[in-house]
């Protein structure tokens, strides 16, 4: 009976790609990664006093800082040896604050407001954030609803759907993260524009 603890960790850890043995030891080592934002562009004077940009909303194979992968529609996968250096909720939103607030149109913003609330609030839904096998080879998808919210009139003054497709060579983390940050940094350009028109800026003026 006292061998049965030894051969259970061995049956374990000779099952194929289950990485039960390294399961029963702790997490793996994995390398972090940080994605981009857009570069910078200025838009003038500062018109709106502050922006708020909610926490983005994700279901639960999304709230997390691993890096997803889908070999079909209903399956979900992650990278085993990298992952995102905060979750992608909160890798979103850091992007959106950096650069809507590049822009110079807001006095602030940031992600609570400085009194009991801000003159606008950016609030979204991520869809789509991972790479996927398709017949055509690996893409990397990112897809996300938003809404712009007027906190003073408590109207939502402007909606939008956000999605970038980049191609990646393959599901190999050296192909990926590039094709995340390409895909990141469009995303964020497409949001950005839409949140300066909906706040009466127009994007067009900006260098």
């Known amino acids: 009976m006292r061998l049965l603890p030894a ?4 049956a374990l850890g000779a099952l194929p ?10 997490e793996p080592d994995r390398d972090l990664f940080e994605l981009r934002p857009p570069p910078a562009r200025s838009c003038g004077r500062a018109r709106i006093r502050e922006l708020v940009i909610e ?62 609330s801000g003159d606008y609030a950016l609030i979204s839904e991520i869809e789509d954030f991972n790479a996927e096998l398709t017949p055509d080879g690996v893409i990397v998808r990112l897809t996300v609803e938003a809404q712009m919210v007027s906190e003073m009139e408590a109207d939502v003054i402007s909606r939008g759907r956000f999605a970038a ?14 094709a995340f940050d390409a895909a990141a940094r469009q995303l964020v350009t497409q949001m950005t524009d839409w949140g300066l028109r909906a706040s009466g800026v127009n994007p067009g003026g900006c260098r």
Do not use: E, F, H
């Open 55 to 116: 926490p983005p909303k994700a279901r639960g194979t999304l709230d997390s800082d691993r890096i997803m992968i889908r070999p079909s529609a209903l399956q979900t996968q992650y990278l085993p040896d990298a992952q995102w250096g905060d979750t992608v909720p909160a890798m979103l939103q850091r992007l959106l604050v950096q650069s809507l607030g590049a822009t110079g149109s807001y006095s602030q913003v940031g992600r609570a407001p400085l009194g009991l």
């Open 17 to 26: 790609g289950c990485g039960a043995l390294s399961a029963l030891q702790g």
């Open 7 to 10: 051969l259970l960790i061995a």
């Open 165 to 178: 497709t980049v191609p990646a060579a393959s599901t190999r983390t050296a192909d990926l993260i590039p």
